[in-house]
């Protein structure tokens, strides 16, 4: 895809995620974290469970500080619930 967007990035994260490709779930997230683009916290929290079902806690450990430090942590139940479970 030549142009991608927030919602481009989103679509193919939570696609690959809910189809059981966690390990590329979590790389298309890195890529679109290195390109640039912020994730809300809905897309995050599907990321922590990506992490989750890999075992992939060192990630899951870094995007839990993003959400300290970005102070998401109160915009989302989903992303809260989503970091219980990590």
């Not at 142009?3 to 481009?8: G, I, L």
């Not at 806690?57 to 942590?73: P, Q, S, T």
Request: aromatic letters at 10%; proline letters at 2%.
């Amino acid at each position: 895809m030549p142009h991608r967007d927030n919602s481009t990035w989103s679509s193919m994260v939570n696609c690959y995620t809910q189809n059981g490709y966690c390990a590329e779930s979590l790389q298309m997230f890195k890529d679109m974290y290195v390109q640039g683009f912020a994730a809300k916290p809905e897309l995050i929290a599907s990321v922590l469970s990506a992490c989750v079902r890999t075992g992939d806690f060192g990630v899951g450990r870094d995007i839990h500080a993003l959400v300290v430090v970005n102070e998401w942590m109160e915009e989302s139940v989903f992303l809260s619930t989503a970091l219980v479970d990590l």
